[in-house]
């Protein structure tokens, strides 16, 4: 089975359901529900999407959360991870720590709406759109 990691973004469109991007969002969100993908995501990742989701008031923002959490794997942002981040030379510092998260995890694939701070990565890293053509 094929490991995914979401980057924050393609969560905040489902979760905010940003127009223009969540459909996409929730076709990943409904591959990973069907078991059809596995996917991860960092401890970062996660933190962040509970900051905008209190950030824009919502009041479901724990339900949310839980929903995620029940299909989401998370990968802990060790010193390592940290480490290697800091010694990558990746000019975004929190990508750079998604892209060793991602490493950590094995995945197959880093799926978000921001290509251009991954261009050092030796996994593969595609939009929503992209991936959703793989299959």
């Not at 979401?6 to 969560?11: F, K, M, Q």
């Not at 991860?40 to 339900?63: A, G, I």
């Not at 940290?82 to 892209?99: H, M, W």
């Amino acid at each position: 089975m094929r490991v995914i990691f979401l980057d924050s973004d393609i969560l905040l469109d489902a979760t905010l359901k940003r127009p223009g991007f969540i459909l996409p969002a929730l076709n990943i969100i409904n591959l990973i529900q069907n078991r059809q993908v596995k996917a991860v995501t960092s401890s970062v990742v996660f933190v962040n999407v509970h900051y905008f989701l209190d950030r824009y008031d919502r009041s479901n923002k724990f339900t949310l959360l839980k929903e995620l959490r029940s299909i989401l794997s998370i990968i802990n942002v060790s010193e390592e991870i940290i480490d290697l981040a800091l010694k990558s030379g990746i000019n975004d510092f929190e990508d750079a720590v998604q892209y060793y998260a991602a490493k950590n995890a094995k995945a197959d694939v880093i799926i978000t709406r921001n290509i251009k701070d991954y261009k050092e990565s030796t996994i593969p890293v595609l939009t929503p759109e992209q991936f959703l053509r793989t299959l």
